[in-house]
Each structure stands twice: as structure tokens, then as C-alpha cells.
């Protein structure tokens, strides 16, 4: 078989359709394109009452957490010794801290303004799930975060949470007296699973979209008239009407 003849064999059959394309890697975008398209991803537009201001504390969560991110890689890079004694090591951990602070704050307005409104309507269970999980996820890095701080507190801390997890069974596996063991959970393993379920929580925020608010009752149109039971405004039949055509 000549050189030609073998280049013919692995060149991609231009005349089939692209849905049609044969091989994984197509069959990996087919599904990508299907599950994640990129005009729910993207979207130029938003429905009217993502105005409210509930919605901006999802927003809110994910800048904080950022800063979070970014200032805590600046600490793990030069270390505590660096933190502790330095006047710009002092002011990255205290925007670590207080973007931690914020952080766990607006997650908390998030999920209970998010729970109120049922946000698992409209098949956005699993949205709920992923971020109510990562919300877990983060009081187990803020807690090995203070274990990390190698201060005082940090030690009264570790001291006092060693005789709680000892008391459950768990104190040989998650030992908050062994510094090294503290410090990977806490700029390692925990922050990669709070940030994988970010990613995926925003990403069927997009394939989903946002929840909208709850369906509002009609009020009587005249004093002491009484709405039909069942009957909902306006504003609330837009707005079921949009769960329901969420695929």
C-alpha cells in the first residue's frame, strides 16, 4: 500500500454530515452540544424577574469565593510563617478571612432565599442538591481553615474538635492535631470538591435557567370579594409557564 493510499484512509469523510460523524470525539461534542448548548450557556438575555434582589446573592456567593480562591493561593504559596510576620501576609489573611466571611454569608441568604422559593421546581432538583452539598463542603474547609491558621485559636480548636471526632470514631482518619494532614484537606481536597460543584451548579443553573418565583394568589378586585380558589396572577402564570417549558 503506498503513502497515499494510507493518508486516503485516515482522512475524515467530508461528506458525511457532522451529527452523522463517526468516532468518540464526535460522539463527545454531540452530547455536549445537546446537554450544554451554547445559547443556554450563554445567554444574552434573562427573564424580568431576575431583577429582584434575591437573585444577586448566587452572584454575590461566586465573587466572594473567587476572592476566596485567589487570596488563599497567595497564603499557601508563601506559607504561615509569611502570614504571621509579614505586613502584607497580615493583609492577605485578612482578606482571606473576610472574603471566607462573605462567602459563607451570601451562601447563606442564597440557600434559604432559594429554599423558600422551592427552587427544586421545574426538574432543578439536582441544581438544589449540588448546592446544598458544596454549602456542607464549606463548613468543612472553613473548619480545617481555622485548624490551618497556626495560632492560638487554631490550637484550642484542634484540641478541643480532636476529643469530638475521636468520641464519633473518626479521630485516626481526620486528626485536626496533625498540622500537614489539615492543611492538604484544607487548600487541596475540600476546595476541589466545593469547586467541581460549583462549576456543576452553575452550569445547570444555565441548562435549567433560573427559578422563577413562586406563583402569586389573585387578590379580591373589590372589598370583601373572594378570589375563585385555584386562580393565580398574571405574573405567576408567566412564570409557571416558563418552569414548564424548561427541557
Same mark, same amino acid.
Given at each position: 500500500m503506498s503513502v497515499r493510499e494510507r493518508a486516503d484512509l485516515v482522512q475524515p469523510d467530508e461528506s458525511a454530515e457532522p451529527?452523522?460523524?463517526?468516532?468518540?470525539?464526535?460522539?463527545?461534542?454531540?452530547?455536549?452540544?445537546?446537554e450544554l448548548p451554547p445559547d443556554t450557556m450563554l445567554p444574552d438575555t434573562q427573564p424580568r424577574y431576575v431583577a429582584s434582589w434575591i437573585y444577586v446573592f448566587g452572584v454575590l456567593t461566586l465573587a466572594a469565593f473567587l476572592v476566596v480562591l485567589g487570596s488563599g493561593a497567595v497564603l499557601a504559596i508563601q506559607g504561615p510563617s509569611w502570614w504571621h510576620t509579614s505586613d502584607i501576609g497580615h493583609f492577605f489573611n485578612s482578606l482571606h478571612?473576610?472574603?471566607?466571611?462573605?462567602? &459563607?454569608? %451570601?451562601?447563606?441568604?442564597?440557600? /434559604?432565599?432559594?429554599?423558600?422559593?422551592? #427552587?427544586?421546581? +421545574?426538574?432543578?432538583?439536582?441544581?438544589?442538591?449540588t448546592g446544598a452539598v458544596a454549602f456542607l463542603g464549606s463548613i468543612g474547609t472553613a473548619f480545617t481553615g481555622y485548624l490551618a491558621q497556626q495560632n492560638l485559636d487554631s490550637q484550642w480548636i484542634a484540641v478541643q474538635s480532636k476529643d469530638?471526632?475521636?468520641?464519633?470514631?473518626?479521630?485516626?482518619?481526620?486528626?485536626? &492535631?496533625? %498540622?500537614?494532614?489539615?492543611?492538604? /484537606?484544607?487548600?487541596?481536597?475540600?476546595? #476541589?470538591?466545593? +469547586?467541581?460543584?460549583?462549576?456543576?451548579?452553575?452550569?445547570?443553573?444555565?441548562r435549567r435557567g433560573v427559578v422563577p418565583p413562586l406563583p402569586l394568589r389573585d387578590r379580591p378586585a373589590?372589598?370583601?370579594?373572594?378570589?375563585?380558589?385555584?386562580?393565580?396572577?398574571?405574573?405567576?402564570?408567566?412564570?409557571?409557564a416558563e418552569t414548564e417549558e424548561q427541557p
Open positions: 451529527d452523522e460523524a463517526a468516532g468518540w470525539t464526535a460522539a463527545v461534542r454531540r452530547r455536549l452540544v445537546r478571612l473576610w472574603s471566607v466571611e462573605l462567602f &459563607m454569608a %451570601f451562601m447563606v441568604i442564597h440557600l /434559604w432565599g432559594k429554599f423558600f422559593m422551592a #427552587a427544586w421546581r +421545574g426538574r432543578r432538583a439536582l441544581t438544589w442538591i469530638a471526632l475521636n468520641a464519633v470514631g473518626i479521630g485516626a482518619y481526620f486528626s485536626p &492535631m496533625n %498540622f500537614g494532614q489539615m492543611l492538604m /484537606w484544607h487548600i487541596v481536597l475540600l476546595p #476541589a470538591f466545593v +469547586g467541581i460543584l460549583v462549576v456543576l451548579h452553575i452550569l445547570m443553573v444555565r373589590q372589598a370583601g370579594a373572594e378570589a375563585e380558589p385555584g386562580t393565580v396572577s398574571e405574573a405567576g402564570q408567566e412564570a409557571e
